[in-house]
């Protein structure tokens, strides 16, 4: 049931002990995303635990909630859940925002704002914000009015994006988390869409927190990522799977490594050294995870076409599993050239590890060099001795990490920092002691 429409600026009381609020667009055009920023009396943030969004779905309060997007009769909506009553004394607004990731607001058709009862599913409010150039924008705000809470109507956009919003309402963006540095990167990630922009933000955040907990803040590596190939990856690269990890891992590229920047290579039958992958150009850069190339591969033959600049051509590199040779190629890179901070291998494969002498030889060989080798698995196969390294003796020190997932995209970005980093701090101290690294 349908209560009323608000223009800007007017406002409605609001009785129910939770709402749901809903941000809804028609299908096509940019992606809208829906957050919540809890403020004081100051108009600002207490700090980025105010800021609820899907990377950060719930207030410590529990009294905002990021509930996740659906989708019907050709309309998509992004929610949040509110409970009025709990929220903290010290907020006196719940700010309400959207943003367009892939656009703008004037390319997104049927934008609406709704305020529903949760447990009548009564329609309190609903607000149509008009916008164009905008990339952020309030769509509205439920906030404390003598001792009763109001919900009005917004509509306030910001074509500067999130470093718009971050000014006004105190949300760090590109600061650095737990008193990490400011990667030298950051400066490309202005370029970046609205919406990967705020999820590098928050995971640059996390991993720094990863960090500090392992007693490794501040610490600089060179980044290296590694992307199995192989025929059996194919449903990982066509669900966008890949393409995710590849998101996170500039993460822990901008946090770590001093130019934000990494050195990044395919495998399968054959390695393949991809471009390098700075974070200002993610999204372009995405084109190299082989997504396009699979009916090529496994389906109808194409005629052969001129690669764009930097292409790999993925019929070279084959089908097979021989992660030695591309292990090789990596510790190559790092003997021509040299750096003056240890190295770190963001190695991901869906297993099916056979030349396990092969690979075995190679790490063992690379244990004198200045270089961590951390293995993903993605799912449940045969990873050999991948698997089976950290039990083997013979080694200086353990340059090897090892952990795999069932499905790494329902791994919270916390815990998969967490895993990713846990080792590695440990490494270097051993390596120093060990005299492999100055």
Do not use: C
């Not at 809208?32 to 800021?51: H, I, M, T, Y």
């Not at 992004?78 to 004394?89: H, I, N």
């Not at 007693?215 to 690269?237: F, K, P, T």
């Amino acid at each position: 049931m349908r209560e009323r429409a608000l223009s800007a600026g007017a406002n409605v009381p609001v009785d129910a002990a939770a709402v749901r609020v809903e941000v809804g667009r028609e299908a096509g055009g940019p992606d809208v995303d829906a957050s919540a920023l809890l403020v004081g009396a100051d108009g600002r943030v207490r700090g980025d635990g105010d800021f609820v969004f899907y990377n950060q779905p719930r207030h410590a309060s529990g009294a905002v909630v990021h509930q996740g997007k659906a989708e019907e009769d050709g309309v998509v909506t992004d929610r949040l859940g509110v409970e009025p009553a709990a929220v903290e004394p010290g907020v006196e607004r719940v700010v309400l925002v959207a943003s367009a990731d892939g656009g703008t607001f004037g390319q997104v058709r049927g934008l609406v704002v709704r305020l529903v009862d949760v447990a009548t599913q009564r329609e309190l409010a609903r607000f149509e914000p008009v916008a164009g150039p905008e990339t952020v924008l309030i769509g509205g705000e439920l906030y404390r009015r003598g001792g009763q809470w109001r919900f009005r109507a917004v509509g306030q956009g910001y074509a500067s994006g999130l470093a718009g919003l971050a000014a006004d309402f105190g949300v760090t963006v590109d600061e650095e988390g737990g008193g990490a540095r400011q990667p030298g990167g950051a400066a490309g990630e202005e370029g970046l869409p609205a919406g990967m922009r705020e999820r590098l933000s928050l995971r640059k955040r996390q991993v720094a927190v990863s960090l500090e907990k392992h007693g490794a803040a501040g610490m600089v590596a060179r980044v290296v990522l590694v992307l199995d190939a192989s025929g059996s990856m194919s449903a990982l690269y066509a669900r966008g799977v890949v393409a995710d990890v590849v998101e996170r891992m500039v993460a822990v590229a901008a946090q770590l490594d001093d130019d934000g920047t990494m050195q990044a290579w395919t495998f399968a039958s054959n390695p393949a050294r991809l471009p390098d992958l700075r974070v200002g150009d993610l999204p372009e850069w995405l084109q190299h995870v082989r997504v396009g190339q699979l009916a090529g591969l496994f389906g109808r033959r194409r005629r052969a076409g001129r690669l764009p600049d930097g292409q790999v051509d993925m019929k070279a590199v084959g089908v097979g599993n021989e992660e030695q040779k591309v292990i090789a190629e990596v510790r190559e890179h790092v003997r021509r050239h040299p750096a003056g901070a240890p190295t770190l291998v963001l190695f991901f494969s869906d297993g099916g590890v056979y030349r396990n002498a092969e690979i075995e030889r190679e790490l063992r060989a690379s244990v004198e060099e200045p270089v961590f080798w951390q293995f993903v698995g993605l799912g449940r196969s045969d990873y050999g001795v991948l698997q089976r390294f950290d039990e083997l003796p013979g080694r200086r020190v353990d340059n090897v990490g090892f952990f795999s997932v069932d499905d790494i995209s329902t791994l919270p970005d916390p815990e998969l920092y967490d895993r990713l980093l846990s080792q590695f701090p440990r490494w270097v101290v051993a390596a120093r002691r060990a005299g492999i690294l100055p």
